[in-house]
């Protein structure tokens, strides 16, 4: 039941607000909705909830209903949850306002803030008009992180919620604008726009519409007072084109650089109520440059065969594809407008892609016409990496050294005419652009989570000034291209993980050493090499501070026990070593490996000191040794970090210990142990240590103070058990048998000699 109140809710409110619809369009509604996601205080991208909607064909209108709840309790307290979305591909945020790496290119998703308070869920509704198409992401987190490390279960944390409900709005049937065939629509009130669609094939270097021979109840109108809208929402920084055709008889509209090989949504909207307008619309597409044909597979198959048959790449087991540009050619022949390299396109693992160039990783360039490159990262799964691109001038290929190699890279369509002060921006995408020359021949660009979409790189020779005086100027340009889960793998001071939404993969950097960022690449509040050496040097060599438990135990011949001590210290101290940042790195063995050696030798030494404190006979004490530790190494591959891993075998062996210390104290009618020296000068100080310890690992320790807290954590729990180690029995000596051993072989000896004893 308490699911079907934000629904309900939704579905009126959607069909209040658009329940008006033309008369002459068939209008659907669909629902899409997620179960709850639990959120996390943001410390890196992996603590974001990344949700995906795909939004369908022909949509005119989505409402989405953002839920967010917290749990009861006096623990729970106010705070705010922040929602990014964005269109195409994951959202690109940055709330801890680090710096992004040098050759970063993106814009921030369009984000705003739920308040989670105590009067009940917060219900936030988010319409949006036209729509683009395809997939939609939705990412929602805390605050900050503070830093504060608490072990799993002892404190009882606040939990918070966060559901997204979409309602589509779309229409079946709409209209397609033919280019050149006039299309005859009405307009009764600005509640009911009239909606159409065109397909931009590709090489199309302008959409031209003309509205007009406006009609208002069988007359002529003077002037069309409808609104022309060209393009979808999409949340970025280039918004749909909008034209007012008030006080014109014709309306003209214009859109530069179109997107290829999709369809444009048409708007018109009435601006006057209760009015019916009838107008008629027509759309003329201008083709632009087009590269000249080449011959079908010939040339392709001749340089993937290679001279030895090798190859193009050494790894033929690749999945590869080959886009429709490769079958033209790539040199411009006659009055050519436009050179087109033939791209390959190389599948090398997950959210990884390179691209080559059929004819070799040179790009000739001229000032005569652009070359373009399509890079096809319209799969899907694409656009949770980061695409890279690097280019370098070749400035001995340069025919005149003034001349500007201009690069713009831009999604959905190219810009073709590149110049100083043209900028790389098409009709609904905001491109990126890059300049080089003799004095700087190097440009690099990288783009977290590109959009899925065909990517265009345009490449021009121009001159900054008299380009008469320049003449025809060629070049060549070396360039790499490729789709990568992370750059550089993080870097040093990162780690490059691979997350995963419903079916959906992308990847993020998650850094360490202080280090920042989108790549790790911010040093602003970065440790230093000494600090990072500090570390690893207090918490390993504290661990040498087991070193007297061991001796203790072994002189009072607790060899068990001094074996578990010495375990935990070898692989708590490589553990130490091998969990460092940045390059005080030292791992003998798998990480995990020796985290799990760690925990459990550090949970088996508190066992065995326990049971051992408690003097119970060595049969049964073996006994609880052996079958403690395999419940807690069971315990332990269950859940490492829980809270009852290591409470439950205290509290375990501490009633053991009781129940023993109380059993002699009744036998002996004196409490035990006998001495206030051993309680004075042993017992309290290692309880003392102890539970000072055990205070420091559970409430004390953050990220800014771990080196220390935990160090201290070895010393204290180390000290703990020189004290709380009973004396050696009497009976044994160190290094020696026990008198019990001597006395049953003398038994032995005297049965063996009575066999043989003749009555």
Same mark, same amino acid.
């Given at each position: 039941?308490?699911?079907?109140?934000?629904?309900?809710?939704?579905?009126?409110?959607?069909?209040?607000?658009?329940?008006?619809?033309?008369?002459?369009?068939?209008?659907?509604?669909?629902?899409?909705?997620?179960?709850?996601?639990?959120?996390?205080?943001?410390?890196? /991208?992996?603590?974001?909830?990344?949700?995906?909607?795909?939004?369908?064909?022909?949509?005119?209108?989505?409402?989405?209903?953002?839920?967010?709840?917290?749990?009861?309790?006096?623990?729970?307290?106010?705070?705010?949850?922040?929602?990014?979305?964005?269109?195409?591909?994951?959202?690109?945020?940055?709330?801890?306002?680090?710096?992004?790496?040098?050759?970063?290119?993106?814009?921030?998703?369009?984000?705003?803030?739920?308040?989670?308070?105590?009067?009940?869920?917060?219900?936030?509704?988010?319409?949006?008009?036209?729509?683009?198409?395809? #997939?939609?992401?939705?990412?929602?987190?805390?605050?900050?992180?503070?830093?504060?490390?608490?072990?799993?279960?002892?404190?009882?944390?606040?939990?918070?919620?966060?559901?997204?409900?979409?309602?589509?709005?779309?229409?079946?049937?709409?209209?397609?604008?033919?280019?050149?065939?006039?299309?005859?629509?009405?307009?009764?009130?600005?509640?009911?726009?009239?909606?159409?669609?065109?397909?931009?094939?590709?090489?199309?270097?302008?959409?031209?519409?003309?509205?007009?021979?406006?009609?208002?109840?069988?007359?002529?109108?003077?002037?069309?007072?409808?609104?022309?809208?060209?393009?979808?929402?999409?949340?970025?920084?280039?918004?749909?084109?909008?034209?007012?055709?008030?006080?014109?008889?014709?309306?003209?509209?214009?859109?530069?650089?179109?997107?290829?090989?999709?369809?444009?949504?048409?708007?018109?909207?009435?601006?006057?109520?209760?009015?019916?307008?009838?107008?008629?619309?027509?759309?003329?597409?201008?083709?632009?440059?087009?590269?000249?044909?080449? =011959?079908?597979?010939?040339?392709?198959?001749?340089?993937?065969?290679?001279?030895?048959?090798?190859?193009?790449?050494?790894?033929?087991?690749?999945?590869?594809?080959?886009?429709?540009?490769?079958?033209?050619?790539?040199?411009?022949?006659?009055?050519?407008?436009?050179?087109?390299?033939?791209?390959?396109?190389? #599948?090398?693992?997950?959210?990884?892609?390179?691209?080559?160039?059929?004819?070799?990783?040179?790009?000739?360039?001229?000032?005569?016409?652009?070359?373009?490159?399509?890079?096809?990262?319209?799969?899907?799964?694409?656009?949770?990496?980061?695409?890279?691109?690097?280019?370098?001038?070749?400035?001995?290929?340069?025919?005149?050294?003034?001349?500007?190699?201009?690069?713009?890279?831009?999604?959905?369509?190219?810009?073709?005419?590149?110049?100083?002060?043209?900028?790389?921006?098409?009709?609904?995408?905001?491109?990126?652009?890059?300049?080089?020359?003799?004095?700087?021949?190097?440009?690099?660009?990288?783009?977290?989570?590109?959009?899925?979409?065909?990517?265009?790189?345009?490449?021009?020779?121009?001159?900054?000034?008299?380009?008469?005086?320049?003449?025809?100027?060629?070049?060549?340009?070396?360039?790499?291209?490729?789709?990568?889960?992370?750059?550089?793998?993080?870097?040093? /001071?990162?780690?490059?993980?691979?997350?995963?939404?419903?079916?959906?993969? /992308?990847?993020?950097?998650?850094?360490?050493?202080?280090?920042?960022?989108?790549?790790?690449?911010?040093?602003?509040?970065?440790?230093?090499?000494?600090?990072?050496?500090?570390?690893?040097?207090?918490?390993?060599?504290?661990?040498?501070?087991?070193?007297?438990?061991?001796?203790?135990?072994?002189?009072?011949?607790?060899?068990?026990?001094?074996?578990?001590?010495?375990?935990?210290?070898?692989?708590?101290?490589?553990?130490?070593?091998?969990?460092?940042?940045?390059?005080?790195?030292?791992?003998?063995?798998?990480?995990?490996?020796?985290?799990?050696? #760690?925990?459990?030798?550090?949970?088996?030494?508190?066992?065995?000191?326990?049971?051992?404190?408690?003097?119970?006979? #060595?049969?049964?004490?073996?006994?609880?040794?052996?079958?403690?530790?395999?419940?807690?190494?069971?315990?332990?591959?269950?859940?490492?970090?829980?809270?009852?891993?290591?409470?439950?075998?205290?509290?375990?062996?501490?009633?053991?210990?009781?129940?023993?210390?109380? /059993?002699?104290?009744?036998?002996? =009618?004196?409490?035990?142990?006998?001495?206030?020296?051993?309680?004075?000068?042993?017992?309290?100080?290692?309880?003392?240590?102890?539970?000072?310890?055990?205070?420091?690992?559970?409430?004390?320790?953050?990220?800014?103070?771990?080196?220390?807290?935990?160090?201290?954590?070895?010393?204290?729990?180390?000290?703990?058990?020189?004290?709380?180690?009973?004396?050696?029995?009497?009976?044994?000596?160190?290094?020696?048998?026990?008198?019990?051993?001597?006395?049953?072989?003398?038994?032995?000896?005297?049965?063996?000699?009575?066999?043989?004893?003749?009555?």
């Amino acid at each position: 039941m308490k699911k079907r109140g934000p629904v309900c809710l939704l579905i009126a409110v959607f069909l209040t607000s658009c329940c008006a619809t033309a008369d002459d369009l068939t209008y659907v509604s669909e629902f899409y909705s997620k179960v709850p996601q639990k959120l996390s205080t943001y410390s890196w /991208y992996g603590n974001v909830r990344l949700l995906l909607f795909k939004i369908p064909q022909d949509t005119v209108f989505v409402q989405w209903l953002f839920t967010g709840s917290r749990g009861a309790g006096a623990t729970c307290a106010n705070t705010t949850v922040t929602v990014h979305i964005r269109a195409g591909a994951p959202p690109v945020i940055n709330p801890l306002e680090t710096q992004f790496s040098e050759n970063a290119a993106f814009s921030l998703a369009h984000n705003f803030t739920l308040m989670l308070g105590s009067a009940g869920p917060n219900m936030t509704f988010f319409n949006l008009t036209n729509p683009a198409v395809g #997939d939609w992401f939705i990412a929602a987190h805390l605050p900050k992180d503070d830093g504060k490390i608490e072990p799993k279960g002892f404190s009882s944390s606040c939990s918070y919620f966060f559901q997204p409900q979409m309602f589509v709005r779309r229409v079946i049937d709409m209209p397609v604008l033919e280019p050149g065939v006039p299309l005859q629509q009405t307009v009764s009130s600005p509640d009911k726009p009239a909606v159409l669609k065109v397909f931009i094939p590709a090489y199309t270097a302008e959409l031209t519409l003309r509205l007009g021979g406006c009609r208002t109840e069988n007359s002529t109108a003077d002037s069309c007072p409808l609104v022309l809208t060209l393009g979808s929402a999409a949340l970025t920084r280039t918004s749909p084109k909008t034209v007012n055709c008030s006080g014109q008889a014709e309306c003209p509209a214009r859109l530069h650089s179109p997107p290829w090989e999709s369809w444009v949504r048409i708007t018109v909207e009435s601006l006057n109520s209760n009015l019916s307008i009838s107008f008629q619309i027509t759309a003329a597409l201008t083709a632009g440059c087009k590269p000249k044909s080449g =011959r079908l597979f010939g040339d392709f198959f001749s340089k993937f065969s290679g001279v030895n048959g090798t190859g193009l790449f050494s790894n033929a087991t690749s999945n590869a594809t080959l886009p429709v540009d490769s079958l033209l050619n790539s040199a411009p022949s006659g009055d050519s407008c436009l050179r087109s390299q033939p791209v390959f396109r190389e #599948d090398v693992d997950v959210v990884s892609v390179r691209f080559a160039l059929i004819n070799g990783p040179n790009i000739s360039i001229s000032s005569q016409a652009p070359t373009l490159i399509s890079l096809n990262l319209n799969s899907g799964a694409d656009s949770g990496g980061t695409l890279v691109l690097d280019l370098r001038l070749n400035q001995t290929s340069l025919t005149h050294g003034n001349a500007t190699v201009v690069v713009c890279v831009s999604a959905g369509s190219p810009v073709l005419t590149l110049n100083e002060s043209q900028s790389c921006t098409t009709a609904f995408s905001q491109g990126y652009s890059l300049r080089m020359n003799g004095t700087s021949p190097e440009a690099a660009l990288h783009i977290p989570f590109p959009e899925t979409a065909l990517w265009y790189l345009t490449l021009h020779t121009v001159c900054p000034a008299h380009a008469s005086e320049c003449g025809k100027v060629s070049g060549t340009v070396l360039a790499s291209s490729l789709l990568s889960a992370c750059v550089n793998d993080c870097g040093t /001071y990162g780690e490059c993980r691979l997350l995963r939404s419903y079916g959906y993969l /992308y990847a993020a950097c998650t850094c360490k050493a202080g280090q920042r960022g989108w790549s790790c690449t911010d040093a602003s509040e970065a440790q230093s090499y000494a600090r990072q050496m500090l570390a690893a040097l207090l918490l390993t060599l504290s661990n040498l501070m087991f070193i007297p438990p061991i001796v203790v135990a072994v002189y009072r011949y607790y060899i068990v026990e001094a074996s578990v001590y010495l375990f935990t210290m070898f692989f708590s101290t490589f553990y130490h070593a091998c969990d460092q940042p940045g390059v005080t790195v030292m791992c003998i063995m798998d990480y995990d490996t020796l985290q799990y050696c #760690d925990f459990l030798g550090s949970v088996s030494s508190i066992w065995v000191t326990i049971l051992c404190m408690a003097r119970v006979k #060595d049969i049964f004490k073996y006994m609880l040794f052996m079958l403690g530790t395999l419940v807690i190494a069971m315990s332990m591959q269950l859940d490492r970090r829980g809270m009852w891993n290591m409470l439950g075998p205290c509290l375990c062996a501490g009633l053991a210990m009781i129940a023993a210390w109380i /059993y002699r104290g009744v036998q002996r =009618r004196q409490c035990y142990p006998t001495t206030w020296k051993r309680w004075v000068f042993f017992l309290l100080p290692g309880i003392v240590s102890a539970v000072v310890g055990i205070s420091l690992y559970v409430f004390a320790q953050t990220d800014e103070n771990y080196l220390y807290t935990h160090s201290a954590w070895h010393i204290l729990v180390a000290s703990s058990v020189v004290f709380l180690l009973p004396p050696r029995e009497k009976h044994k000596k160190p290094w020696g048998w026990s008198q019990e051993a001597i006395c049953g072989y003398q038994i032995c000896k005297n049965e063996r000699e009575e066999l043989y004893t003749v009555p």
